[in-house]
């Protein structure tokens, strides 16, 4: 059996903050990535996204959000449905004993 390796994902803010304190004066790209705990690898794929998109990247998947979003919302649905019938539940037994 394997193991998948599992990736850290960054937010869009901290490869901007990344990117940023990279291209200051008198700092190099290694010691930020020492100090941030990144390879010099990934910082480096960060700044070509940068440079082919501009602002439009890191925006991340669209997609995948709202899949999420959508099955919070189901399951939120199913666990509100349990909550009132279990209030039912014990409105009935609270009348069955008394």
């Known amino acids: 059996m394997t ?39 990934q910082l480096s794929r960060w700044r070509d996204e940068f440079r082919l998109k501009g602002d439009d990247a890191f925006k991340g998947n669209k997609q995948t959000s709202n899949n999420e979003l959508t099955k919070l919302k189901q399951e939120l ?9 279990l209030k039912d539940a014990v409105v009935f037994f609270a009348k069955e004993s008394g």
Request: aromatic content about 10%; overall charge positive.
């Open 3 to 41: 193991k998948s390796k599992s990736y850290q994902r960054y937010p869009a803010e901290f490869k901007r903050m990344a990117l940023l304190k990279a291209s200051e004066d008198g700092v190099t790209a290694n010691s930020v990535c020492e100090e941030l705990g990144i390879s010099f690898r």
């Open 77 to 85: 649905a199913k666990v509100k449905k349990e909550r009132d019938f």
